[in-house]
């Protein structure tokens, strides 16, 4: 009752000089709202450059460089960690080529292996079995060919000097766009891959009863390379030195990633060194607006404290006045800041989804939440005079 | 309701120093008193030590009887216990200021009903009641720098009587007002603390006004020590 009675009373004083107080608003507005744009742009520019690395997979491929020799076990396990988003074997590059045939054209593409969860494929269907693939944008514009097609794969090789190739039908199950793979390729799960390559080497493959060699029931399959994806930007680097630990080199994008995140952590040192100095203004203007309003109001504080208003209530009562500012000052630089965003993004016209300027509901809560905090600490300090002002002094009033 | 012996209370010291002297000083419920004497004779002391605003030096008896059993202020004071003073004062205590001491940002009724909401009592209609007696309900919607100084101390005085107190204390209400209004502030003041049986101090230096109100005078005399310093005694009734 006595708190909503002084929140009541110092309401209606604030009002009565709300002149005064339009001034305090401003002040912090004046601090508040540069603080807001700021922050804004820092936060804006550099979650969309994250965003960027983030929805790009290429960032977090991790290229093995050199010839290697993995077994699938050794692969299946890298997929099995928690910071690997994808992990699949490749077969050797030079016998991971197809010619590919339409009614239109003949491209020798480059041959990819897919599965489930391919970043690179962004939820879209994988393709299943021998006679499915998913051509990139540019090998399905010279081919002319679109979801449902039907091409012909052919394989080269040769033997004893003679040329040789096999061939099957593939069907195009979708095309891929072309932020995701702007080579000439072709993803196909990784039996089309170990077929080619099982045929380029001379063995049979059975599954399309291509004759050759018999494969060798002991021989494990040696894989020379891998594709494989962090699962997030930040394991990247982890993962590199994990490699560089096991004697693998590889190639990352960790030095982009790091450079990214260094604009973001020298952005932030420099955003808080200006907040802090603000904020350190904000507090000392607060501080001096509520000691000189204990002055202003000492015949009004002392004619309270004479009708029995406790010093608790008395500081309460300028705490509040400062709060009403606060909440006014946050209220007004949000708004202004809505304003600045707006222009700030429509300026910097970004990619849809991102922003030059942009902040968080989370954002302007600890905004508000700073803001009050602060204006309530500095009047409080400030403010500390009323416990001097004496009942007496009302009596005196004249 | 306040009987008060041998309290003393002093400031400064040697040719500097002022003392007041109570010898003896009893209150009953309804009774009206006027404390006159010239400008700095201690009038205001007095109103500070009844006003539980300032301690005395020494107390033979100060008690208060608000209610059936006596309160030892002077044992408040010792302990200081400024809680239970501010709550005596808030309860059973009510000021009408020099100026009328209103707060500038409340309207009228707003300054009248202050001292009740202090209290958390509802509006029982004591404040219109109180606005119609004092000639002031047209006015209740005005801020106080609206008013002339005499309609400011009628809201005063309706202020210190909202919340029904027990004793009503005033420091010199009519001085800032011409004699007309004077007059007719403290017969207004006066008859509304004895309808509403208001035990009432009024510190004044026009003790022709305070007689012809119907108060009972009692004067302040001073007297130079041999240290240079004045020691001021409350006479009794005259």
């Known amino acids: 009752m006595r708190g909503a009675l002084v929140a009541s009373l110092a309401w209606q004083d604030y009002r009565n000089d709300a ?35 983030q929805n790009d997979p290429a960032t977090r491929e991790i290229i093995p460089l050199g010839g290697g020799r993995f077994s699938a076990e050794f692969v299946e396990q890298l997929s099995q960690r928690g910071d690997v988003a994808f992990a699949l074997p490749r077969t050797r590059q030079i016998a991971a080529t197809a010619d590919l045939s339409s009614d239109a054209s003949v491209v020798t593409v480059e041959m990819i292996p897919t599965s489930a969860n391919d970043p690179l494929f962004d939820h879209l269907p994988v393709p299943q079995g021998l006679d499915q693939v998913v051509l990139s944008q540019t090998a399905a514009e010279k081919l002319g060919a679109k979801p449902g097609d039907w091409l012909q794969a052919s394989f080269g090789r040769q033997v004893a000097g003679r040329s040789e190739a096999q061939r099957t039908r593939v069907q195009v199950l979708h095309v891929l766009p072309l932020e995701a793979f702007a080579r000439d390729g072709l993803f196909a799960p990784l039996a089309l891959l170990e077929a080619a390559e099982d045929y380029r080497d001379g063995r049979a493959v059975p599954a399309f009863g291509w004759p050759g060699d018999a494969v060798g029931v002991s021989g494990q399959r040696v894989y020379p390379a891998f594709r494989l994806y962090a699962r997030n930007l930040g394991d990247v680097e982890p993962l590199r030195q994990y490699f560089a630990g096991q004697n693998l080199l590889v190639s990352t994008q960790a030095q982009t990633i790091a450079q990214v995140q260094s604009l973001s952590r020298n952005l932030s040192i420099v955003f808080w060194i200006i907040a802090g100095l603000a904020l350190a ?11 000189a309003a204990v002055e202003r109001k000492r015949r009004e504080l002392s004619v309270l404290r004479l009708l029995g208003v ?27 800041y809505g304003l600045a965003q707006s222009g700030l993004n429509h300026l910097f016209a970004q990619m849809p989804g991102e922003y030059a300027s942009h902040l968080l509901v989370r954002h302007y809560a600890l905004a508000l939440v700073a803001v009050l905090g602060v204006s309530a600490v500095a009047a409080a300090c400030g403010g500390w005079r009323v416990a001097r002002i004496q009942a007496c002094e009302g009596i005196r009033d004249v | 309701m306040l009987d008060m012996s041998a309290v003393h209370k002093s400031r400064g010291a040697g040719s500097q120093r002022y003392s007041l ?7 009953r419920g309804g009774e009206q008193l006027a404390v006159v004497g010239p400008s700095g004779c201690g009038k205001s002391t007095l109103l500070d030590l009844l006003a539980l605003v300032l301690a005395p030096d020494q107390a033979g008896r100060f008690d208060f009887s608000p209610a059936n059993a006596p309160l030892d202020i002077a044992k408040l004071w010792r302990g200081s216990q400024q809680g239970t003073l501010a709550e005596l004062r808030s309860r059973h205590l009510g000021y009408v200021l020099q100026t009328g001491g209103l707060l500038g940002f409340l309207d009228v009724r707003g300054n009248i009903e202050l001292s009740r909401k202090l209290l958390g009592l509802k509006d029982d ?22 008013l002339s100084v005499g309609q400011r101390q009628r809201v005063s005085c309706a202020r210190a009587l909202a919340h029904a107190p027990r004793l009503l204390l005033a420091d010199e209400p009519t001085a800032a007002l011409d004699p007309l209004n004077a007059e007719r502030v403290m017969q207004l003041l006066v008859a509304q603390a004895r309808e509403h049986g208001v035990c009432c101090v009024v510190a004044t230096h026009d003790e022709a006004l305070a007689r012809a109100s119907g108060l009972q005078v009692r004067r302040i ?18």
Request: net charge neutral; aromatic share 6%.
């Open chain 1, 19 to 53: 002149w005064l107080s339009a001034c305090s608003v401003l002040a912090l507005v004046a601090v508040v709202a540069p603080l807001l744009v700021l922050f804004g742009l820092k936060f804006g520019l550099v979650s969309s450059l994250t965003e960027r690395l």
């Open chain 1, 281 to 291: 203004g904000a507090f000392a203007a607060i501080f001096a607006g509520a000691l």
């Open chain 1, 310 to 336: 406790s010093t608790a209530a008395l500081l309460l009562f300028v705490v509040l006045q400062a709060l009403y500012s606060a909440t006014f000052a946050a209220l007004l630089s949000a708004g202004l």
């Open chain 2, 21 to 27: 002297v109570i010898p003896r000083l009893q209150l």
């Open chain 2, 125 to 146: 209609g004591s404040v219109m009641r109180l606005a119609g007696q004092l000639d002031i309900a047209d006015q209740l919607d005005k801020k106080p720098a609206d």
């Open chain 2, 221 to 238: 005399s001073c007297r130079r020590d041999a240290d240079g310093g004045v020691t001021a005694t409350l006479g009794e009734a005259c």
